[in-house]
C-alpha cells in the first residue's frame, strides 16, 4: 500500500530525469555519459515512462476506434471516418482496435487479467481470419 503512495508521476520522472542529463552533461569523470544516465534505477525510469506512453496511446487508439464503431452504429459518415477527404475504417479495424485496447489495458498493471486479454486478442484473430 505504501509502495503506490510513493511512486512518481511521469512528468517528476521526466524532469529528475533532464535534470540528471544535464548535470551529468556538464560534469566530467572517467565513466561514459550514456553508463552513467542508464544505471538502474535510471532504467527503471525510463521503462516506466515508455509504458505510461504507450498506455497513452492505447488508450486514445481504443477511444478513436470507439468513436467509429458509434459512428457505424448511428450512420455518421463524419465518425466513421477520421478526415472527411480519408476513406472510412471498417468497423471489424475499429472493434479489432478496441478489442487489442482492452487486452493492453487490461495487463498494464497487473497479469492477474492474463487470461482476458488473451481472449481479446484471439477473438481479433478470429474477426481477422473470418474477414479475409
Request: contains cysteine.
Amino acid at each position: 500500500m505504501l509502495s503506490n503512495l510513493h511512486q512518481p508521476t511521469l512528468l517528476s520522472d521526466l524532469i529528475r530525469f533532464a535534470n540528471k542529463v544535464e548535470r551529468l552533461a556538464s560534469s566530467e569523470g572517467r565513466r561514459t555519459l550514456r553508463s552513467r544516465l542508464l544505471d538502474k534505477d535510471d532504467a527503471s525510469l525510463i521503462r516506466d515512462s515508455l509504458r505510461y506512453i504507450s498506455l497513452i496511446f492505447a488508450v486514445l487508439a481504443g477511444v478513436i476506434a470507439s468513436l467509429v464503431l458509434l459512428g457505424w452504429l448511428i450512420n455518421d459518415d463524419e465518425l466513421v471516418s477520421l478526415y472527411s477527404n480519408q476513406a472510412p475504417m471498417k468497423a471489424n479495424t475499429a472493434l479489432s482496435l478496441v478489442l487489442l485496447s482492452f487486452a493492453f489495458i487490461l495487463t498494464w498493471r497487473s497479469q492477474s487479467w492474463h487470461r482476458t486479454a488473451q481472449a481479446c486478442a484471439a477473438m481479433v484473430g478470429l474477426l481477422s481470419l473470418a474477414t479475409l
